[in-house]
């Protein structure tokens, strides 16, 4: 079955840095397009980020453009998110998710790592 399972949240003081990870099993994963989302407390789902099956093509928020930055490697079926200059507006819970449909659906998702960007 689809398992994704997201690590490397946690508290950060504002502009510090996190990495994200996702580890994807049970689908071919070099072969979906793969997301980040978060949801901030109280907030709906807000899309971060998105990138293509070989990596080489990838999309951002405004709100995250410049600052984060998605990666894969598809060797470890792992989608990572490098966040950079973190704000105090990026605490959420992130998930990450496999599109059904490029950049149309999402049918699977991680359980979310919280992060937190706090002084």
């Not at 453009?65 to 598809?74: H, V």
Request: positive net charge; charged residues 15%.
């Amino acid at each position: 079955q689809v398992q994704l399972v997201e690590s490397g949240g946690g508290l950060v003081q504002p502009g510090g840095s996190l990495r994200l990870s996702c580890a994807a099993s049970g689908f071919t994963f070099s072969t979906y397009y793969m997301t980040w989302v978060r949801q901030a407390p109280g907030k709906g789902l807000e899309w971060v980020s998105d990138i293509n099956h070989g990596g080489g093509v990838t999309y951002y928020a405004d709100s995250v453009k410049g600052r984060f930055t998605i990666s894969r490697d598809n060797a470890k079926n792992t989608v990572y998110l490098q966040m950079n200059s973190l704000k105090p507006e990026d605490t959420a819970v992130y998930y990450c998710a496999k599109n059904l449909v490029p950049r149309l659906g999402l049918d699977y998702w991680g359980q979310g790592t919280q992060v937190t960007v706090s002084s």
